[in-house]
């Protein structure tokens, strides 16, 4: 595991970490919207939701697509990526160990009966 795919998965983690910005991308998730549109739905003031999908932008979650007057917020796929490759990381990590725990309980069980 590279420490590049550890620091993208910790940026990544920290800014979905607020519940609003984590609001925000579950909102996102069924497509893209622009920012009056997720302030209105998660009950914020516009500028408030401006400064949540800022943090989102800088840290690669979403890209903003200036379409006449309108900003037009959509996820990038990228960090998801990497955070489901990271989780899938530990569950092989617990696959193993589950494994091992198998291996050592037989261990046991035949120590106990000889």
Known sequence: MSGKHRGMNMTTLSALAEPNRMNIVELLR????TVGEIADRL????PQASKHLKVLYDNGIVEVQAEANRRIYKLRPEPFQSLNSWVQSF???MEERFDNLDDYL???QS???S
């Open 106 to 108: 037989r261990e046991l």
């Open 43 to 46: 009950g914020l003031r516009q």
């Open 91 to 93: 569950q092989r990590v």
């Open 30 to 33: 069924d497509g893209p919207l």
């Open 111 to 113: 120590k106990e009966k």
